[in-house]
């Protein structure tokens, strides 16, 4: 079945940096586009970043210059690169993939940032 585990979250300094990692099983890894969510306390679910099967990256606004979003079909692995961090930032980060319509999500891996 379709498993996607994410992890690096920790608690970071405003300014500071964190690479997110989800781990993908169950599907054609390369076929698939990847999406980055967040869902901060209290907060509606929103898009960070995207990624298309062949690497196409698209931004959220309030990340773009700030996040890099990256995949690895040898290792059926999306990356986060999460630069100068802002308290806004905090959050549950989330993995998604949409197939044949239905959407998959990992657990989320929490980014706090506060000083």
């Known amino acids: 079945q379709v498993q996607l585990v994410e992890s690096g979250g920790g608690l970071v300094q405003p300014g500071g940096s964190l690479r997110l990692s989800c781990v993908a099983s169950?599907?054609?890894?390369?076929?698939?586009?990847l999406r980055w969510y967040r869902q901060a306390p209290g907060k509606e679910r929103e898009l960070v970043a995207v990624?298309?099967?062949?690497?196409?990256?698209n931004y959220a606004n309030f990340v773009k210059g700030r996040f890099t979003i990256s995949r690895s079909n040898a290792k059926n692995t999306v990356y986060l690169q999460m630069n100068s961090l802002k308290p806004e930032d905090t959050a549950v980060y989330l993995c998604?993939?949409?197939?044949?319509?239905?959407?998959?999500w990992g657990q989320g891996t929490q980014v706090t940032v506060s000083s």
């Open positions: 998604n993939v949409w197939i044949n319509g239905y959407d998959y």
């Open positions: 990624i298309s099967n062949i690497g196409t990256p």
């Open positions: 169950g599907f054609t890894f390369s076929s698939y586009g």
